[in-house]
């Protein structure tokens, strides 16, 4: 499938999927319904400004339209503190247990700063974590460049992804007691 076959088919999906018609997508996106005919046959190629325009209207990513990524949506902006307490909360509404605390110093400015994270129990995620941090540290002391961890986290990530989470805590057996 071609690039624009793929937007084509990319198009129709999120169309589609907000329920409107052709001429209802085309009013939301300020187009035609003609185009977006053309478009969705793959007979017409859009401006860049019109996939801008979908992208946003449609919160997709432009790669993703375009058949340049999987990743669909777009990534949250955090701008304020409040950002950040919407992805805690979604981060708490997965309802994973058991939490496990993981934390880490950083020096910043003759200051010692302190995080402190609750993670889902889990080996793969606590080696991923930790390792993180002290290439984070090794970069802060100039001893590595930032395209080593992008790297090492193509890796880590990919191995993470087969990682299920449990939402459910496996039972075990209690030891039998020793007499």
Not at 35 to 60: H, R
Not at 62 to 67: E, K, P, S, V
Not at 78 to 90: G, M, N, Q, S
């Amino acid at each position: 499938m071609g690039n624009r076959e793929i937007f084509a088919s990319r198009l129709r999906e999120i169309r589609q999927q907000t329920g409107k018609t052709q001429k209802e997508f085309a009013d939301m996106v300020m187009s035609t319904a003609a185009t977006i005919s053309a478009y969705e046959n793959s007979t017409k190629n859009p401006s860049l400004d019109i996939v801008m325009n979908i992208a946003e209207k449609c919160n997709v990513s432009i790669d993703w339209l375009c058949g340049l990524s999987e990743e669909k949506g777009l990534k949250p902006e955090i701008k304020t503190y409040k950002d950040i307490a919407v992805r805690i909360l979604e981060l708490l509404e997965l309802e994973i247990e058991p939490f496990d605390s993981f934390y880490w110093k950083e020096e910043k400015e003759n200051d010692f700063v302190v995080q402190l994270i609750g993670l889902p129990h889990n080996d793969g995620l606590f080696k991923f974590m930790e390792t993180y941090y002290e290439l984070k540290k090794l970069l802060n002391s100039h001893k590595i460049k930032q395209h080593v961890i992008d790297t090492w986290l193509d890796g880590a990530l990919e191995e993470l992804a087969a990682i299920p989470i449990l939402t459910e805590i496996p039972y075990e057996e209690p030891d039998e007691p020793q007499s």
